[in-house]
């Protein structure tokens, strides 16, 4: 099995170009599937996720062709399964949004329960909730999510709670819905802004997305479209945390800063220097230690879960003590018992974590346990005495597209092995 060895200690240097979005590429491959004609995605980042997706696509009949820039052209028309197998569920919990699109094209849809993962239970009942509201017949049987309906009819649903997952399958659904949707208390992510976008160019009819009440007028048919993935906010995010925590100086290139205000004010709380241009968003720490932060973790536009692991690491080698408050998975501390191997002074209770800044860890072997895990391990590693070795980097490749060469131009000594 690979794993990756980090030998910490370099001030991260340079320019790092941002890829596309995993979490908005992965709805928006699905999108696809609502259109009669092909439909071209461009800025599609190589993640062992979006092959997974593919394969699903695939799997259900769709034409995949991918050009020489990785763009991916998705020809719905030959589509002949509306079942989307275990197999391809259990490794890709984005995989249960199918279950919109196809059930709006097709009038049903079998989609296999993601389950839960590492990082919590994950349920799905506010997707099922929200397309019975919009009048689709839905049983749980076998482990299968089995929906109906002759055609969707618009409707006003509010969400219980904000579900970014939920608000992308009932959005979906509802573009091909006859009459209004009105989705209440809805996710207003950058990628769903993204996803919003692809579907307009598709034809849909949509306003509202980045407000929380989004307002869909369904229409007969989408027709075929081009669309660019929005720039990936956590990657980026990622990768200014490196700088941070390492005392360098990092230009973000090909970034969306309009994305991402809550871990840009996080990182000037730190002491980080941030200058945005255009698309170019630069990290300077002027060789400083960066300060511990308090966050808490909620639903866009707040401070994202996908970050907290990242800012975890840096508050371990930060001055003075930060505490890190989790408010949407309830298992995603499994970063913390190995950054406690590295040296790091942790204590969990409950959704919050109290980290008290050390001077330095020191390298050791670890293990990622899940996605934005895996990086917080990088990440210490980069500020680590010795060597940090981190097993199972499966997780990674899930959603940083090539993290150690992007690491590497930075000046950091990183390597891939195995
Ligand atoms: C609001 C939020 O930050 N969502 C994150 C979530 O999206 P993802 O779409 O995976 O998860 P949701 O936004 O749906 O989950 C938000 C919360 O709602 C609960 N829930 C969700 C669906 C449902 O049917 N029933 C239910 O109870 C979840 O358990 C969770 O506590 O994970 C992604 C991957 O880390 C992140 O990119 C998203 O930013
Ligand atoms: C946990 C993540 O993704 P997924 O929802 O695909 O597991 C993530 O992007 O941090």
Redesign the pocket.
């Known amino acids: 099995m690979q794993k990756i060895v980090v030998e910490g200690g370099v001030a991260l240097n340079g320019e790092v170009r941002i890829s596309g979005a995993?979490?908005a590429v992965?709805p928006i491959l699905f999108a696809t599937l609502l259109a009669d004609e092909p439909v071209a995605i461009s800025n599609v980042p190589h993640l062992h996720?979006v092959v997974t997706s593919a394969k699903l696509l695939a799997e259900i009949g769709a034409g995949i062709s991918i050009d020489e820039r990785y763009g991916i052209t998705v020809d719905p028309t030959t589509v002949h399964s509306q079942v989307a197998p275990y197999e391809l569920v259990r490794t890709?919990?984005?995989s249960v949004l199918v279950l919109g699109p196809l059930l709006a094209k097709y009038g049903h849809a079998e989609v296999s329960l993601p389950g839960g993962?590492a990082?919590g239970s994950r349920p799905v009942d506010l997707h099922i909730k929200g397309l019975q509201a919009l009048g689709a017949q839905i049983t749980v049987e076998n482990g299968f999510i089995k929906a109906r309906a002759s055609r969707l009819k618009g409707a006003r649903h509010v969400f219980e709670m904000i579900s970014v997952g939920a608000t992308e399958n009932v959005l979906m659904a509802a573009t091909l819905a006859e009459g209004t949707t009105v989705l209440e208390n809805a996710a207003m992510e950058p990628e769903i802004v993204d996803l919003a976008e692809c579907l307009r160019a598709m034809g849909a009819q949509i306003e509202g997305e980045a407000t929380g009440r989004i307002v869909i007028h369904g229409v007969e048919r989408l027709h075929g479209g081009s669309h660019s993935v929005v720039p990936d906010r956590?990657e980026t995010g990622t990768f200014l945390v490196a700088a941070a925590m390492t005392g360098g100086r990092v230009t973000a290139c090909r970034a969306r800063p309009d994305t991402m205000e809550a871990v840009l004010d996080k990182l000037v709380e730190a002491g980080a220097v941030i200058d945005c241009a255009g698309d170019r968003i630069t990290l300077d720490m002027q060789g400083r230690r960066p300060k511990a932060v308090d966050f808490t973790t909620a639903p866009h536009p707040a401070f994202p879960t996908?970050m907290q692991a990242q800012f975890m690491a840096m508050n371990c080698i930060a001055d003075g003590v930060g505490v890190v408050t989790e408010t949407i998975f309830e298992n995603r501390f499994m970063h913390v018992n190995e950054l406690l191997r590295l040296g790091a002074d942790i204590r969990v209770d409950g959704h919050m974590a109290v980290v008290r800044g050390v001077e330095r860890l020191s390298g050791a072997p670890v293990m990622a346990t899940?996605?934005?895990a895996s990086a917080s391990l990088i990440l210490a590693g980069l500020v680590a005495s010795g060597e940090t070795t981190i097993d199972r980097i499966y997780h990674l490749d899930?959603?940083y597209e090539n993290i150690e060469e992007k690491l590497s131009g930075l000046g950091a000594k990183i390597r891939r092995i195995g």
């Open positions: 995993k979490n992965l996720d890709m919990r984005a993962c990082i956590i996908d899940d996605l934005r899930r959603g």
